[in-house]
Nanobody
Framework: EVQLVESGGGSVQAGGSLRLSCAAS????????MGWFRQAPGKEREGVAV????????HYADSVKGRFVISRDNAKNTVYLQMSPLTPEDTAMYYC??????????????????????WGQGNQVTVSS
């Protein structure tokens, strides 16, 4: 099991920026993707973005395309999510996750949270209007 630790959340005003980080305790060859999910109170968990091990494949939720950027630093076993500009609708708990199957590479399946094996503890992002 890979241990994932998120950081970088907080409170900002609409139009502001935040960068989330997800540090993995290790990165075994079995991991195909690293993803970010979020869950707001009373709502289902939704996929935000995913990136393949090599970084060449990325998928984004329609709601964040053009505003969020996922990236990774394999030397540091760390994945990032740059978010800007933020809106109040982005307020949620953000989770980092790792997938060892290939579904995470598919445009139609990457956002299915059940495909992800390891999860971080979550990091709160609050955007005020």
């Amino acid at each position: 099991e890979v241990q994932l630790v998120e950081s970088g959340g907080g409170s900002v005003q609409a139009g502001g920026s935040l960068r989330l980080s997800c540090a993995a305790s290790e990165y075994p060859a079995s991991i195909n993707c690293m993803g970010w999910f979020r869950q707001a109170p009373g709502k289902e968990r939704e996929g935000v973005a995913v990136i393949s091990t090599g970084g060449s494949i990325q998928h984004y939720a329609d709601s964040v395309k053009g505003r969020f950027v996922i990236s990774r630093d394999n030397a540091k076993n760390t994945v990032y999510l740059q978010m800007s500009p933020l809106t109040p609708e982005d307020t949620a708990m953000y989770y980092c996750a790792a997938a060892s199957n290939s579904w995470c590479l598919w445009a139609q399946r990457w956002a299915e949270w059940a495909n992800y094996r390891d999860w971080g503890q979550g990091n709160q992002v609050t955007v005020s209007s």
